[in-house]
């Protein structure tokens, strides 16, 4: 910057760092309007006007990256390396405002190197791109019972959050079968959306089975939907309470029999409690119970 005596303009060199006229020295390129100068310019620290020559606008992992070259006097050209070598589009030619997609969350040294008449001039810049924040859910899908409630966590320390019926709270309670979203912003202003699937649990248990022999309905087994089922318990009694079977794996059947002895034509009754992954039961664990009748 230069001062003039008794002149209302001040001189600016904009390309300091090149050699004579390619310095592009502008004798009236500020305006001070009524103001004149007198003895120069003030003492100022120079690092506060270290304005770097380009600007990025993003910064997150996937996003289209802007760069925009702030001074496009005496640069007929500008190449750009993004220093991103995996990228099929790491060198860009001839543009002042080039964009690009980073192939992953790192620093990258972006070099650009302008052009003018024979001369060229090349300068290097760290970018930053931050990661996304990590997905909020453990798996794309989840289980819910009647009467219970499934609790979803948007994730630790962000700065927003937005759930698909607007609430913004950290965290959802689920209440029913449906599809949950949820968009999250970290303190960086980097997003990630996750998605999660609640399936409802419908058993049904059979209230009669023939164990004749013949293979049509010769087991007593729970029906419907069984994934997310934990903490199983399974057993059956005859009328005096006396144990006649038990499992803790829900995908085991009943063939009807005492040890090796088949059970006498009559009616049992049976009982069952579990626990659905990921919920909060309202009164611990589901409890039911029931009468299955033999068939002879």
């Known amino acids: 910057?230069?001062?003039?005596?008794?002149?209302?303009?001040?001189?600016?060199?904009?390309?300091?760092?090149?050699?004579?006229?390619?310095?592009?020295?502008?004798?009236?390129?500020?305006?001070?309007?009524?103001?004149?100068?007198?003895?120069?310019?003030?003492g100022f620290i120079t690092s506060f006007l270290n304005i770097p020559p380009v600007n990025y606008d993003t910064k997150c992992d996937g996003d289209a990256t802007v760069f925009t070259l702030?001074?496009?006097?005496?640069?007929?050209?500008?190449?750009?390396d993004f220093g991103d070598p995996v990228s099929v589009d790491n060198i860009v030619t001839g543009t002042f405002s080039p964009t690009h997609i980073f192939s992953n969350d790192t620093i990258f040294n972006v070099k650009y190197t302008?052009?003018?008449?024979?001369?060229?001039?090349?300068?290097?810049?760290?970018?930053v791109i931050n990661a996304l924040p990590a997905k909020s859910f453990a798996s794309d899908s989840a289980y819910?019972?009647?009467?219970?409630s499934l609790q979803l966590y948007g994730g630790d320390n962000m700065y927003s959050y937005f759930w698909q019926d607007g609430s913004i709270n950290s965290s959802y309670t689920a209440t029913k079968e449906g599809i949950y979203t949820v968009l999250i912003e970290d303190m960086k202003c980097c997003q990630n959306m996750d998605t999660l699937?609640?399936?409802?649990?419908?058993?049904?248990?059979?209230?009669?089975?023939?164990?004749?022999g013949d293979n049509v309905n010769d087991?007593?087994?729970?029906?419907?939907?069984?994934?997310?089922?934990?903490?199983?318990?399974?057993?059956?009694?005859?009328?005096w309470g006396q144990l006649m079977w038990e499992t803790d794996d829900i995908i085991d059947s009943w063939n009807g029999k005492m040890g090796s002895d088949p059970a006498p034509a009559g009616m049992y009754s049976w009982h069952m409690s579990f626990n659905?992954?990921?919920?909060?039961?309202?009164?611990?664990?589901?409890?039911?119970?029931?009468?299955?009748?033999?068939?002879k």
Do not use: Q
């Open 144 to 148: 819910i019972y009647p009467g219970t």
């Open 1 to 42: 910057y230069v001062a003039h005596h008794r002149s209302n303009k001040i001189g600016v060199i904009e390309n300091p760092n090149r050699p004579g006229i390619a310095c592009n020295y502008k004798e009236d390129a500020i305006n001070l309007a009524e103001c004149n100068g007198y003895t120069g310019l003030p």
């Open 276 to 295: 659905v992954r990921g919920n909060i039961m309202n009164s611990g664990k589901a409890k039911m119970s029931g009468v299955i009748t033999i068939l």
């Open 197 to 212: 699937t609640v399936t409802g649990i419908n058993l049904k248990i059979p209230t009669a089975f023939t164990p004749n």
């Open 70 to 80: 702030l001074n496009t006097t005496n640069v007929t050209s500008v190449d750009w």
């Open 114 to 127: 302008e052009h003018f008449g024979t001369g060229s001039w090349s300068y290097t810049f760290p970018v």
């Open 219 to 239: 087991l007593f087994r729970v029906i419907g939907t069984i994934d997310g089922i934990v903490d199983y318990s399974f057993s059956v009694f005859n009328k």
